[in-house]
Protein backbone atom coordinates (compact mmCIF):
# COMPACT_ATOMS: atom_id res chain seq x y z
CA UNK A 1 0.00 0.00 0.00
CA UNK A 2 1.56 3.79 -1.28
CA UNK A 3 2.56 5.94 1.58
CA UNK A 4 -0.45 8.12 2.15
CA UNK A 5 0.87 11.74 3.32
CA UNK A 6 -1.06 13.85 6.07
CA UNK A 7 -3.87 15.63 5.07
CA UNK A 8 -4.11 18.83 3.87
CA UNK A 9 -6.82 21.85 4.01
CA UNK A 10 -7.63 23.23 1.06
CA UNK A 11 -9.78 26.78 1.46
CA UNK A 12 -12.76 27.23 -1.33
CA UNK A 13 -11.98 30.86 -2.26
CA UNK A 14 -13.63 33.26 -5.04
CA UNK A 15 -11.86 34.37 -7.41
CA UNK A 16 -14.18 36.21 -9.62
CA UNK A 17 -17.43 36.85 -10.63
CA UNK A 18 -18.58 36.96 -14.40
CA UNK A 19 -22.23 37.47 -15.55
CA UNK A 20 -23.58 36.09 -11.95
CA UNK A 21 -21.71 33.41 -12.12
CA UNK A 22 -18.69 32.84 -9.68
CA UNK A 23 -15.90 30.88 -10.51
CA UNK A 24 -13.90 29.27 -7.46
CA UNK A 25 -10.10 28.03 -6.45
CA UNK A 26 -8.84 24.97 -3.79
CA UNK A 27 -5.91 26.78 -2.19
CA UNK A 28 -3.90 25.07 0.13
CA UNK A 29 -2.72 26.36 3.44
CA UNK A 30 -0.87 29.63 3.11
CA UNK A 31 2.19 28.27 4.29
CA UNK A 32 3.05 25.09 2.08
CA UNK A 33 6.18 26.43 -0.13
CA UNK A 34 6.30 26.00 -3.30
CA UNK A 35 8.72 23.25 -3.15
CA UNK A 36 6.56 21.43 -0.06
CA UNK A 37 3.58 21.93 -2.45
CA UNK A 38 5.95 19.87 -5.52
CA UNK A 39 7.39 17.19 -3.05
CA UNK A 40 3.25 16.42 -2.13
CA UNK A 41 2.35 16.13 -6.07
CA UNK A 42 4.81 13.49 -6.49
CA UNK A 43 3.44 11.65 -3.63
CA UNK A 44 -0.65 12.78 -5.18
CA UNK A 45 0.10 13.34 -8.52
CA UNK A 46 -3.63 12.83 -9.01
CA UNK A 47 -4.37 15.78 -6.55
CA UNK A 48 -6.34 18.10 -8.97
CA UNK A 49 -6.39 20.86 -6.10
CA UNK A 50 -2.39 20.94 -5.54
CA UNK A 51 -1.16 20.56 -9.17
CA UNK A 52 -3.86 24.00 -10.43
CA UNK A 53 -1.70 25.80 -7.55
CA UNK A 54 1.46 24.72 -8.31
CA UNK A 55 0.76 25.82 -12.59
CA UNK A 56 -0.36 28.89 -10.82
CA UNK A 57 2.79 29.38 -8.61
CA UNK A 58 5.18 28.31 -11.38
CA UNK A 59 2.82 30.71 -13.73
CA UNK A 60 4.55 33.75 -12.16
CA UNK A 61 8.06 32.79 -12.32
CA UNK A 62 9.98 34.57 -15.25
CA UNK A 63 10.47 32.73 -18.61
CA UNK A 64 14.24 32.57 -17.98
CA UNK A 65 13.64 31.01 -14.40
CA UNK A 66 11.21 28.49 -15.92
CA UNK A 67 13.98 27.74 -19.05
CA UNK A 68 16.10 27.07 -16.79
CA UNK A 69 14.62 24.86 -14.81
CA UNK A 70 12.96 23.02 -17.99
CA UNK A 71 16.80 22.55 -19.03
CA UNK A 72 17.48 20.68 -15.73
CA UNK A 73 15.17 18.63 -15.90
CA UNK A 74 15.56 16.40 -19.38
CA UNK A 75 19.02 14.71 -19.45
CA UNK A 76 19.62 14.32 -23.29
CA UNK A 77 22.57 11.54 -23.30
CA UNK A 78 19.74 9.25 -21.66
CA UNK A 79 16.73 10.67 -23.19
CA UNK A 80 14.95 10.71 -19.88
CA UNK A 81 13.56 13.26 -17.60
CA UNK A 82 14.49 13.45 -14.46
CA UNK A 83 11.44 14.58 -12.21
CA UNK A 84 8.49 13.47 -14.76
CA UNK A 85 5.49 15.45 -12.35
CA UNK A 86 7.67 18.67 -12.70
CA UNK A 87 8.77 17.99 -16.18
CA UNK A 88 4.57 17.55 -17.66
CA UNK A 89 4.00 21.05 -14.73
CA UNK A 90 6.34 22.79 -17.15
CA UNK A 91 5.04 21.55 -20.29
CA UNK A 92 1.83 22.52 -18.83
CA UNK A 93 2.79 26.08 -17.95
CA UNK A 94 3.95 26.13 -21.41
CA UNK A 95 0.61 25.65 -23.28
CA UNK A 96 -1.10 27.98 -20.66
CA UNK A 97 0.95 30.95 -20.46
CA UNK A 98 1.93 32.69 -23.46
CA UNK A 99 4.91 34.87 -22.19
CA UNK A 100 6.14 30.93 -21.26
CA UNK A 101 5.32 29.30 -24.81
CA UNK A 102 8.96 28.59 -25.34
CA UNK A 103 10.37 27.63 -22.19
CA UNK A 104 10.67 23.94 -23.06
CA UNK A 105 11.87 24.15 -26.17
CA UNK A 106 15.10 21.95 -24.62
CA UNK A 107 12.37 18.71 -24.38
CA UNK A 108 12.51 16.04 -27.30
CA UNK A 109 9.64 16.60 -29.84
CA UNK A 110 7.83 13.25 -28.15
CA UNK A 111 7.59 15.26 -25.14
CA UNK A 112 3.75 15.71 -25.16
CA UNK A 113 3.53 11.82 -25.43
CA UNK A 114 5.78 10.99 -22.91
CA UNK A 115 4.39 13.37 -19.95
CA UNK A 116 0.63 12.79 -20.50
CA UNK A 117 0.16 10.37 -17.90
CA UNK A 118 2.15 12.38 -15.59
CA UNK A 119 -0.71 14.60 -15.01
CA UNK A 120 -4.10 14.26 -13.74
CA UNK A 121 -5.29 16.98 -15.96
CA UNK A 122 -6.17 17.16 -19.46
CA UNK A 123 -4.07 19.62 -21.41
CA UNK A 124 -1.03 17.71 -22.53
CA UNK A 125 -3.82 14.77 -23.37
CA UNK A 126 -5.58 17.12 -25.56
CA UNK A 127 -2.87 18.95 -26.89
CA UNK A 128 -0.84 15.92 -28.19
CA UNK A 129 -3.82 14.60 -30.16
CA UNK A 130 -3.42 15.50 -34.24
CA UNK A 131 -6.04 17.61 -35.04
CA UNK A 132 -5.54 20.22 -31.66
CA UNK A 133 -4.37 22.99 -33.74
CA UNK A 134 -7.53 22.99 -36.07
CA UNK A 135 -9.91 22.06 -33.12
CA UNK A 136 -8.55 25.40 -31.29
CA UNK A 137 -9.25 27.08 -34.36
CA UNK A 138 -13.25 26.84 -34.85
CA UNK A 139 -13.48 26.72 -31.23
CA UNK A 140 -12.28 30.32 -31.37
CA UNK A 141 -14.98 31.00 -34.07
CA UNK A 142 -17.49 29.45 -32.21
CA UNK A 143 -16.80 31.11 -29.30
CA UNK A 144 -16.57 34.69 -31.33
CA UNK A 145 -20.22 33.61 -32.91
CA UNK A 146 -22.27 32.59 -30.15
CA UNK A 147 -21.08 34.21 -26.99
CA UNK A 148 -19.95 37.53 -29.00
CA UNK A 149 -22.39 37.15 -31.66
CA UNK A 150 -19.91 37.90 -34.90
CA UNK A 151 -21.80 36.48 -37.55
CA UNK A 152 -19.80 32.97 -39.15
CA UNK A 153 -19.29 33.46 -42.77
CA UNK A 154 -18.46 30.23 -45.39
CA UNK A 155 -15.93 27.92 -43.87
CA UNK A 156 -14.08 28.69 -46.96
CA UNK A 157 -13.45 32.75 -46.55
CA UNK A 158 -12.16 31.12 -42.76
CA UNK A 159 -9.59 29.31 -44.90
CA UNK A 160 -10.24 26.03 -42.57
CA UNK A 161 -10.54 22.55 -43.16
CA UNK A 162 -13.56 21.31 -41.85
CA UNK A 163 -12.73 18.74 -38.99
CA UNK A 164 -15.57 16.48 -40.00
CA UNK A 165 -15.79 14.96 -43.28
CA UNK A 166 -18.20 15.54 -45.82
CA UNK A 167 -20.10 12.57 -45.48
CA UNK A 168 -19.70 12.87 -41.61
CA UNK A 169 -21.59 15.80 -41.82
CA UNK A 170 -24.69 15.14 -44.56
CA UNK A 171 -25.57 11.58 -42.58
CA UNK A 172 -25.82 13.66 -39.13
CA UNK A 173 -27.86 16.45 -41.06
CA UNK A 174 -29.97 13.73 -41.92
CA UNK A 175 -30.37 12.18 -38.63
CA UNK A 176 -31.52 15.89 -37.76
CA UNK A 177 -34.38 15.91 -39.80
CA UNK A 178 -35.45 12.79 -38.94
CA UNK A 179 -35.64 12.93 -35.27
CA UNK A 180 -37.42 16.10 -35.41
CA UNK A 181 -41.44 15.58 -34.66
CA UNK A 182 -40.74 13.26 -32.16
CA UNK A 183 -41.60 14.63 -29.19
CA UNK A 184 -44.40 16.36 -30.80
CA UNK A 185 -45.83 13.14 -31.97
CA UNK A 186 -44.90 11.66 -28.46
CA UNK A 187 -46.49 14.46 -26.42
CA UNK A 188 -49.76 14.40 -28.79
CA UNK A 189 -50.17 10.53 -28.13
CA UNK A 190 -49.47 10.98 -24.36
CA UNK A 191 -51.94 13.82 -24.10
CA UNK A 192 -54.69 11.58 -25.47
CA UNK A 193 -54.51 9.34 -22.19
CA UNK A 194 -56.39 11.93 -20.15
CA UNK A 195 -53.51 11.77 -17.40
CA UNK A 196 -53.93 12.75 -14.11
CA UNK A 197 -53.01 16.16 -12.89
CA UNK A 198 -50.76 16.94 -10.09
CA UNK A 199 -50.16 20.32 -9.21
CA UNK A 200 -46.69 21.80 -8.26
CA UNK A 201 -46.34 22.13 -4.48
CA UNK A 202 -46.25 26.22 -4.01
CA UNK A 203 -43.25 28.10 -4.63
CA UNK A 204 -43.74 29.24 -0.74
CA UNK A 205 -44.08 25.79 0.86
CA UNK A 206 -41.20 24.69 -1.39
CA UNK A 207 -38.72 27.24 -0.07
CA UNK A 208 -40.06 26.92 4.01
CA UNK A 209 -39.36 23.32 3.69
CA UNK A 210 -35.86 23.87 1.74
CA UNK A 211 -34.28 26.44 4.37
CA UNK A 212 -35.45 24.65 7.48
CA UNK A 213 -33.60 21.70 6.18
CA UNK A 214 -30.57 23.86 5.70
CA UNK A 215 -30.63 25.81 8.63
CA UNK A 216 -31.20 22.53 10.80
CA UNK A 217 -28.02 21.16 9.25
CA UNK A 218 -25.64 24.57 9.64
CA UNK A 219 -25.70 24.86 6.16
CA UNK A 220 -26.58 28.54 5.39
CA UNK A 221 -24.12 31.47 5.91
CA UNK A 222 -25.27 35.00 5.98
CA UNK A 223 -28.79 36.29 5.59
CA UNK A 224 -30.44 36.61 2.36
CA UNK A 225 -29.67 39.94 0.22
CA UNK A 226 -31.03 41.53 -3.20
CA UNK A 227 -29.06 41.96 -6.01
CA UNK A 228 -29.78 44.11 -9.41
CA UNK A 229 -27.08 41.87 -11.52
CA UNK A 230 -29.71 40.54 -14.04
CA UNK A 231 -32.69 41.36 -15.26
CA UNK A 232 -34.68 39.26 -13.47
CA UNK A 233 -37.49 41.58 -11.20
CA UNK A 234 -36.80 40.08 -7.99
CA UNK A 235 -33.36 38.43 -7.80
CA UNK A 236 -31.98 37.53 -4.51
CA UNK A 237 -28.44 35.81 -3.31
CA UNK A 238 -27.55 33.99 -0.46
CA UNK A 239 -24.12 32.32 1.07
CA UNK A 240 -23.96 28.73 2.11
CA UNK A 241 -20.87 26.70 3.53
CA UNK A 242 -18.62 24.21 1.53
CA UNK A 243 -17.72 21.69 3.92
CA UNK A 244 -15.99 17.92 2.77
CA UNK A 245 -13.72 15.43 3.58
CA UNK A 246 -11.51 13.04 1.00
CA UNK A 247 -9.71 9.87 2.08
CA UNK A 248 -9.75 8.09 -1.06
CA UNK A 249 -6.64 5.96 -2.45
CA UNK A 250 -3.49 8.69 -1.85
CA UNK A 251 -6.03 11.39 -1.45
CA UNK A 252 -6.86 13.00 2.15
CA UNK A 253 -8.00 16.83 2.17
CA UNK A 254 -10.88 18.60 2.98
CA UNK A 255 -12.25 21.84 1.57
CA UNK A 256 -13.80 24.07 3.35
CA UNK A 257 -15.80 27.87 2.51
CA UNK A 258 -18.56 29.56 1.39
CA UNK A 259 -19.96 29.73 -2.12
CA UNK A 260 -22.86 32.06 -2.78
CA UNK A 261 -26.54 31.28 -4.72
CA UNK A 262 -28.59 32.91 -6.68
CA UNK A 263 -32.05 33.25 -7.25
CA UNK A 264 -34.61 35.08 -9.96
CA UNK A 265 -38.12 34.71 -10.28
CA UNK A 266 -41.27 37.06 -10.99
CA UNK A 267 -41.97 37.03 -7.44
CA UNK A 268 -40.32 37.10 -4.09
CA UNK A 269 -41.62 33.73 -3.54
CA UNK A 270 -39.75 32.33 -7.06
CA UNK A 271 -37.22 33.92 -6.22
CA UNK A 272 -36.69 32.50 -2.84
CA UNK A 273 -37.65 28.89 -3.52
CA UNK A 274 -34.61 28.89 -6.56
CA UNK A 275 -31.63 29.87 -4.59
CA UNK A 276 -32.55 27.34 -1.40
CA UNK A 277 -33.22 24.56 -4.12
CA UNK A 278 -29.97 25.72 -5.89
CA UNK A 279 -28.13 25.13 -2.78
CA UNK A 280 -29.94 22.15 -1.87
CA UNK A 281 -28.17 20.98 -5.37
CA UNK A 282 -24.92 22.29 -4.55
CA UNK A 283 -24.69 21.10 -0.99
CA UNK A 284 -25.40 17.80 -2.57
CA UNK A 285 -22.93 17.67 -5.15
CA UNK A 286 -19.85 18.29 -2.54
CA UNK A 287 -19.75 15.31 -1.33
CA UNK A 288 -17.12 13.59 1.46
CA UNK A 289 -15.69 10.50 0.63
CA UNK A 290 -14.74 8.15 3.16
CA UNK A 291 -12.48 4.62 3.59
CA UNK A 292 -13.97 1.69 4.45
CA UNK A 293 -11.15 -0.65 3.78
CA UNK A 294 -7.93 -1.05 2.59
CA UNK A 295 -9.09 -0.65 -1.29
CA UNK A 296 -13.03 0.35 -0.92
CA UNK A 297 -14.16 4.04 -0.41
CA UNK A 298 -17.80 5.33 -0.01
CA UNK A 299 -19.48 8.24 -0.65
CA UNK A 300 -20.94 9.67 2.86
CA UNK A 301 -24.58 11.07 4.30
CA UNK A 302 -26.60 9.39 0.99
CA UNK A 303 -29.86 8.49 1.48
CA UNK A 304 -28.80 4.88 -0.22
CA UNK A 305 -25.55 4.00 0.21
CA UNK A 306 -22.73 4.54 -2.38
CA UNK A 307 -19.86 2.68 -2.44
CA UNK A 308 -16.95 3.63 -5.26
CA UNK A 309 -15.50 1.29 -7.90
CA UNK A 310 -12.24 1.24 -8.50
CA UNK A 311 -11.68 -0.09 -12.12
CA UNK A 312 -10.29 0.86 -15.73
CA UNK A 313 -12.91 0.64 -18.44
CA UNK A 314 -11.36 -2.59 -20.01
CA UNK A 315 -11.54 -4.28 -16.23
CA UNK A 316 -15.13 -3.47 -16.02
CA UNK A 317 -15.75 -4.49 -19.50
CA UNK A 318 -13.84 -8.44 -18.87
CA UNK A 319 -16.08 -8.18 -15.79
CA UNK A 320 -19.34 -8.14 -18.01
CA UNK A 321 -20.34 -5.06 -16.18
CA UNK A 322 -22.10 -2.55 -17.53
CA UNK A 323 -21.13 1.14 -17.56
CA UNK A 324 -21.96 4.27 -19.67
CA UNK A 325 -19.34 4.37 -22.61
CA UNK A 326 -17.07 7.55 -22.12
CA UNK A 327 -17.17 8.10 -25.87
CA UNK A 328 -21.02 9.16 -25.14
CA UNK A 329 -19.55 11.98 -22.69
CA UNK A 330 -18.65 15.31 -24.64
CA UNK A 331 -14.82 15.09 -23.23
CA UNK A 332 -11.76 17.06 -24.80
CA UNK A 333 -9.95 14.51 -25.04
CA UNK A 334 -10.36 10.20 -25.08
CA UNK A 335 -9.39 8.60 -22.38
CA UNK A 336 -7.15 5.26 -22.02
CA UNK A 337 -9.08 2.10 -21.94
CA UNK A 338 -7.02 0.44 -19.50
CA UNK A 339 -5.79 4.06 -16.86
CA UNK A 340 -8.57 3.03 -13.78
CA UNK A 341 -11.33 5.51 -12.64
CA UNK A 342 -13.58 5.61 -9.61
CA UNK A 343 -17.72 4.59 -10.49
CA UNK A 344 -20.96 4.41 -9.10
CA UNK A 345 -24.33 3.25 -9.92
CA UNK A 346 -27.02 5.20 -11.91
CA UNK A 347 -29.79 3.88 -13.16
CA UNK A 348 -31.78 3.82 -16.43
CA UNK A 349 -35.60 4.76 -16.84
CA UNK A 350 -36.30 1.05 -16.48
CA UNK A 351 -34.47 0.80 -13.23
CA UNK A 352 -31.58 -1.00 -14.67
CA UNK A 353 -27.65 -0.68 -13.18
CA UNK A 354 -25.26 1.36 -15.08
CA UNK A 355 -22.05 2.62 -13.75
CA UNK A 356 -20.97 6.13 -14.44
CA UNK A 357 -17.71 7.65 -13.78
CA UNK A 358 -17.80 9.46 -10.30
CA UNK A 359 -16.47 12.71 -11.44
CA UNK A 360 -19.31 13.01 -13.85
CA UNK A 361 -21.62 13.24 -11.02
CA UNK A 362 -20.22 14.83 -8.41
CA UNK A 363 -18.61 19.07 -8.24
CA UNK A 364 -15.08 19.76 -7.34
CA UNK A 365 -14.43 15.78 -7.23
CA UNK A 366 -10.99 15.33 -6.23
CA UNK A 367 -10.11 11.88 -6.28
CA UNK A 368 -7.00 9.92 -6.92
CA UNK A 369 -7.90 9.57 -10.56
CA UNK A 370 -6.95 11.11 -13.74
CA UNK A 371 -9.44 14.34 -14.89
CA UNK A 372 -12.17 13.80 -17.66
CA UNK A 373 -12.72 17.10 -18.58
CA UNK A 374 -11.23 20.30 -18.25
CA UNK A 375 -13.86 21.52 -15.65
CA UNK A 376 -16.81 19.49 -14.44
CA UNK A 377 -20.01 21.39 -14.63
CA UNK A 378 -22.95 21.26 -12.84
CA UNK A 379 -25.05 20.99 -15.76
CA UNK A 380 -27.84 17.97 -15.01
CA UNK A 381 -27.78 18.41 -11.43
CA UNK A 382 -31.21 19.32 -10.15
CA UNK A 383 -33.16 19.33 -7.09
CA UNK A 384 -36.92 19.39 -6.81
CA UNK A 385 -40.45 18.79 -4.17
CA UNK A 386 -40.24 15.02 -5.64
CA UNK A 387 -38.21 12.91 -7.58
CA UNK A 388 -39.70 13.46 -10.63
CA UNK A 389 -39.21 16.63 -10.50
CA UNK A 390 -35.53 16.71 -10.35
CA UNK A 391 -35.14 14.39 -13.02
CA UNK A 392 -37.45 16.45 -15.50
CA UNK A 393 -35.18 19.62 -14.30
CA UNK A 394 -31.97 17.68 -14.80
CA UNK A 395 -33.21 16.54 -18.30
CA UNK A 396 -34.58 19.86 -19.01
CA UNK A 397 -30.59 21.61 -17.86
CA UNK A 398 -29.21 19.09 -20.48
CA UNK A 399 -31.11 19.79 -23.63
CA UNK A 400 -31.05 23.33 -22.71
CA UNK A 401 -27.32 23.12 -22.43
CA UNK A 402 -26.75 20.96 -25.54
CA UNK A 403 -29.13 23.45 -27.50
CA UNK A 404 -27.03 26.43 -26.72
CA UNK A 405 -24.03 24.74 -27.48
CA UNK A 406 -24.73 22.98 -31.01
CA UNK A 407 -26.39 25.83 -32.39
CA UNK A 408 -25.08 28.89 -33.83
CA UNK A 409 -25.80 32.73 -33.45
CA UNK A 410 -27.50 34.12 -36.15
CA UNK A 411 -30.70 36.52 -37.03
CA UNK A 412 -32.68 33.54 -38.36
CA UNK A 413 -34.39 31.94 -35.68
CA UNK A 414 -34.66 35.58 -33.91
CA UNK A 415 -37.70 37.50 -32.81
CA UNK A 416 -38.94 40.04 -29.93
CA UNK A 417 -41.50 39.18 -27.54
CA UNK A 418 -44.84 40.04 -26.24
CA UNK A 419 -47.86 38.99 -23.92
CA UNK A 420 -51.46 39.01 -23.63
CA UNK A 421 -50.58 39.11 -20.34
CA UNK A 422 -51.26 43.02 -18.50
CA UNK A 423 -48.52 42.34 -16.12
CA UNK A 424 -45.63 40.61 -18.27
CA UNK A 425 -45.93 42.76 -21.10
CA UNK A 426 -45.58 46.04 -18.31
CA UNK A 427 -42.44 44.47 -17.12
CA UNK A 428 -41.61 44.34 -21.37
CA UNK A 429 -42.65 47.91 -21.55
CA UNK A 430 -40.90 48.92 -18.43
CA UNK A 431 -37.18 47.22 -20.16
CA UNK A 432 -38.27 49.07 -23.16
CA UNK A 433 -38.90 52.41 -21.34
CA UNK A 434 -35.35 52.13 -19.92
CA UNK A 435 -33.63 51.33 -23.23
CA UNK A 436 -33.38 48.02 -22.94
CA UNK A 437 -33.61 46.00 -26.57
CA UNK A 438 -34.61 42.97 -25.25
CA UNK A 439 -33.97 39.89 -28.08
CA UNK A 440 -34.73 36.23 -28.64
CA UNK A 441 -33.28 33.37 -30.26
CA UNK A 442 -35.02 30.37 -31.01
CA UNK A 443 -32.21 27.61 -30.39
CA UNK A 444 -34.44 24.46 -30.19
CA UNK A 445 -32.93 21.72 -31.64
CA UNK A 446 -34.14 17.81 -32.94
CA UNK A 447 -34.80 16.95 -29.46
CA UNK A 448 -38.01 18.95 -29.84
CA UNK A 449 -37.80 20.86 -26.29
CA UNK A 450 -38.78 24.60 -26.24
CA UNK A 451 -35.18 26.52 -25.49
CA UNK A 452 -34.54 30.06 -26.36
CA UNK A 453 -31.49 32.71 -26.19
CA UNK A 454 -32.87 35.43 -24.71
CA UNK A 455 -29.54 38.66 -24.84
CA UNK A 456 -28.88 42.51 -24.84
CA UNK A 457 -25.81 44.24 -26.72
CA UNK A 458 -24.18 46.96 -25.08
CA UNK A 459 -23.62 50.10 -26.60
CA UNK A 460 -20.04 48.91 -26.45
CA UNK A 461 -20.64 45.87 -28.28
CA UNK A 462 -20.81 43.47 -25.58
CA UNK A 463 -23.20 40.73 -25.35
CA UNK A 464 -25.08 39.27 -22.44
CA UNK A 465 -27.26 36.48 -22.38
CA UNK A 466 -28.93 33.33 -20.90
CA UNK A 467 -30.87 30.15 -22.10
CA UNK A 468 -34.15 28.71 -21.35
CA UNK A 469 -35.70 25.47 -21.83
CA UNK A 470 -38.87 23.99 -20.70
CA UNK A 471 -41.50 21.58 -21.89
CA UNK A 472 -43.50 24.88 -21.88
CA UNK A 473 -42.31 27.66 -24.22
CA UNK A 474 -43.49 30.52 -22.66
CA UNK A 475 -41.49 29.31 -19.39
CA UNK A 476 -38.21 28.20 -21.23
CA UNK A 477 -38.64 32.29 -22.35
CA UNK A 478 -39.14 33.66 -19.11
CA UNK A 479 -36.43 31.79 -17.95
CA UNK A 480 -34.16 32.94 -20.42
CA UNK A 481 -35.01 36.55 -19.69
CA UNK A 482 -35.14 36.54 -15.96
CA UNK A 483 -30.98 35.21 -16.33
CA UNK A 484 -29.40 37.46 -18.57
CA UNK A 485 -26.91 39.42 -16.51
CA UNK A 486 -27.88 42.87 -17.33
CA UNK A 487 -28.61 45.26 -14.55
CA UNK A 488 -32.47 46.00 -13.79
CA UNK A 489 -34.17 48.32 -13.08
CA UNK A 490 -31.17 51.08 -12.57
CA UNK A 491 -28.54 49.47 -15.18
CA UNK A 492 -27.59 51.58 -18.58
CA UNK A 493 -29.79 51.68 -21.73
CA UNK A 494 -28.67 48.77 -24.05
CA UNK A 495 -27.66 49.17 -27.73
CA UNK A 496 -29.92 49.17 -30.74
CA UNK A 497 -31.74 45.90 -31.13
CA UNK A 498 -31.56 44.05 -34.52
CA UNK A 499 -33.56 44.98 -36.98
CA UNK A 500 -37.05 44.03 -38.44
CA UNK A 501 -37.08 41.29 -36.30
CA UNK A 502 -40.38 39.51 -36.08
CA UNK A 503 -42.88 39.54 -33.10
CA UNK A 504 -43.71 36.33 -31.32
CA UNK A 505 -46.42 36.21 -28.51
CA UNK A 506 -45.70 34.39 -25.51
CA UNK A 507 -48.72 32.72 -25.13
CA UNK A 508 -48.38 31.31 -28.45
CA UNK A 509 -44.69 29.66 -28.02
CA UNK A 510 -44.76 25.55 -28.06
CA UNK A 511 -46.35 23.74 -25.32
CA UNK A 512 -45.75 20.17 -24.57
CA UNK A 513 -45.58 20.19 -20.79
CA UNK A 514 -48.13 17.58 -19.36
CA UNK A 515 -50.80 17.66 -16.06
CA UNK A 516 -47.97 16.37 -13.74
CA UNK A 517 -43.64 16.24 -13.59
CA UNK A 518 -44.16 12.18 -13.50
CA UNK A 519 -45.79 12.42 -17.02
CA UNK A 520 -43.33 15.44 -18.13
CA UNK A 521 -40.58 13.04 -17.34
CA UNK A 522 -41.85 10.12 -18.89
CA UNK A 523 -42.31 12.59 -22.24
CA UNK A 524 -38.88 13.71 -21.84
CA UNK A 525 -37.17 10.24 -21.47
CA UNK A 526 -39.33 8.48 -24.42
CA UNK A 527 -38.29 11.42 -26.53
CA UNK A 528 -34.35 10.69 -25.73
CA UNK A 529 -34.49 7.03 -25.83
CA UNK A 530 -36.21 7.19 -29.32
CA UNK A 531 -33.03 8.99 -30.29
CA UNK A 532 -30.48 6.52 -28.74
CA UNK A 533 -30.19 8.74 -25.89
CA UNK A 534 -31.26 6.84 -22.71
CA UNK A 535 -30.95 8.79 -19.72
CA UNK A 536 -29.21 7.95 -16.40
CA UNK A 537 -29.91 9.50 -13.30
CA UNK A 538 -27.93 9.15 -9.92
CA UNK A 539 -29.71 9.91 -6.31
CA UNK A 540 -27.39 11.73 -4.60
CA UNK A 541 -29.69 13.23 -1.86
CA UNK A 542 -28.35 13.73 1.38
CA UNK A 543 -29.07 11.97 3.99
CA UNK A 544 -29.45 14.87 6.38
CA UNK A 545 -31.46 17.30 3.82
CA UNK A 546 -34.19 14.54 3.14
CA UNK A 547 -34.69 16.34 -0.29
CA UNK A 548 -34.70 14.63 -3.61
CA UNK A 549 -31.19 15.52 -5.93
CA UNK A 550 -30.19 13.74 -8.85
CA UNK A 551 -27.40 14.05 -11.47
CA UNK A 552 -28.70 12.87 -14.61
CA UNK A 553 -26.54 11.54 -17.38
CA UNK A 554 -27.61 11.72 -21.45
CA UNK A 555 -25.22 9.97 -23.54
CA UNK A 556 -24.22 11.79 -26.77
CA UNK A 557 -25.42 15.59 -25.47
CA UNK A 558 -23.35 18.31 -24.75
CA UNK A 559 -22.57 20.21 -21.77
CA UNK A 560 -21.26 23.39 -22.21
CA UNK A 561 -20.72 26.02 -24.51
CA UNK A 562 -18.03 27.72 -23.37
CA UNK A 563 -15.67 27.60 -26.32
CA UNK A 564 -11.88 27.89 -24.98
CA UNK A 565 -8.42 26.19 -26.85
CA UNK A 566 -9.39 22.58 -25.68
CA UNK A 567 -12.97 22.07 -26.48
CA UNK A 568 -13.86 20.22 -29.76
CA UNK A 569 -16.66 21.12 -31.48
CA UNK A 570 -19.63 18.92 -31.70
CA UNK A 571 -20.48 17.07 -34.87
CA UNK A 572 -23.83 18.43 -34.56
CA UNK A 573 -22.86 22.06 -34.22
CA UNK A 574 -20.97 21.54 -37.64
CA UNK A 575 -23.54 20.19 -38.95
CA UNK A 576 -25.69 22.80 -38.43
CA UNK A 577 -23.23 25.65 -39.20
CA UNK A 578 -22.81 24.14 -42.62
CA UNK A 579 -26.63 23.28 -43.22
CA UNK A 580 -27.15 26.90 -43.88
CA UNK A 581 -25.03 26.75 -47.34
CA UNK A 582 -27.12 23.40 -47.72
CA UNK A 583 -29.43 23.31 -51.17
Known sequence: MPVIPEGIAYAYTHETTQATTGYFSCQPPASLTLPQALARLEATPFDDFLRQHCLRQLSRRSPEEIKNLAEELYDRE????????????????????????HCCD????????????????????????????????????????IARH????????????????????????????????????????????????LERRPAQETYEQAVNALLENDVLAGQEMRHQASLSPIALLRSWKVDLDVDCGRMRHSLRGEATAYGRGLSLAAARASYVMEIV??????????????????????????????????KLRSQGKDFLPLSSLPLETPFEDYVPLYWLEARDPEGKTVLVPAQAVFLFCNLDEQSLFLAGGSTGLASGNTEAEAKLAALTEIVERDAEATTPFGREGCFVLKSRDERLQALLDDYAARGIQIQFQDITTELG???????????????????????????????????????????????????????????????????????????????????????????????????????????????TADFDRFSRPSLRLLARYTARWQK
Open 78 to 101: TDSFRRMGLAGLLLECSLLVPELA
Open 106 to 145: SFPEDALQRLTLSSSLIYLRAASRKDFGLMQAWSAHFADN
Open 150 to 197: HMLPHWEELELELPYSEEELEVCREGLRARAGMLKREHARMQAEDLPR
Open 281 to 314: ERASSYVSVARTGEHSFEVTNRRRPMPLIHASCA
Open 449 to 559: VPVYRCFVMSRRGEVAQATGANLCGSRAALAALTEVPWPYPYGEPTGPALGGLPVRWLEDLPDYSLPSAEASCKLLEKTLSAQGRTPLYVDISRKDLDMPVVRALVPGLEL
